[in-house]
């Protein structure tokens, strides 16, 4: 507590949350765009928010990435975390297999002792595909579990590393750049303002269900996505924020 105060992490988790309107707001030292062993903190600190919110077997709903991975990898056994339901948020968003949702939920549930379901949904659906999943019985089943999560923990990425990530076609990086989308999080791409742009077409958590859960616990930090993390609030899907010290301070030069 002593570093914390020491380093203003405390004064920085105030600021942010009072001028972003948040419910809860850490941030751990470091930067994680140049320091590799902060996403590791930052999955701690996520591991123990979702300690204190979880109660016994609670839906977890949990998204892709890189830094859900993090949080994944530092989960040990405990006895609230062994009793949950750990579901994807989305089906598939283009991720390699290590990164995606899926993979992190089977994960979380091997680490921490607890259950998990998949959602078993290719990348890139097309119309047709797309309507006859929605009406698969067992993929409605799952959606209806993911929709009734009490508990949704998620990444926020930026626009542009997403799309080329996911190597999305010449067209929709055209058309992300002509809309100007500067985030992206569970598959919707977003403008500084907050405004939906494109969204890839999968099944899962729509933005309106993830505002039905009691706690959003939003994990992202290093300096070069705080524009990201920022035009993602402005959406209006939030509760709780998990970042690192880089991105912190970032956002308030913007703000
Ligand atoms: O693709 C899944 C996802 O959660 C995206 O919605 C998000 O933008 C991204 O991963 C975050 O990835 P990372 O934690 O690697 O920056």
Redesign the pocket.
Known sequence: DVIREWFGLNHLEHQLKEQLGLNKVIVVAGNSLTQTWVKNDLGRAAVQQLKQWAEPHSVVSV??????EAVAQVMTPHPVLRTLLYVPARGG?G?KVE?Q?NTICSQMAARSGGQYRLLHVPDQLSEEAYESLLHDEQIQEIIKLVKSARIVI????EANT?ATRRKASPETLAKLKNKQAVA????FYFDRNGNIVHKIQTVGLKLEDIKQAEHIIAV?GGQD?APAILAFLKHGVHDCLITDEGAAREMLQYI
Request: glycine share 24%.
């Open positions: 998204a892709g990435g890189t830094t859900m968003l991720e990164y949702a998620h990444g926020i990425g997403m992206e999080a569970f598959g992202a996505k």
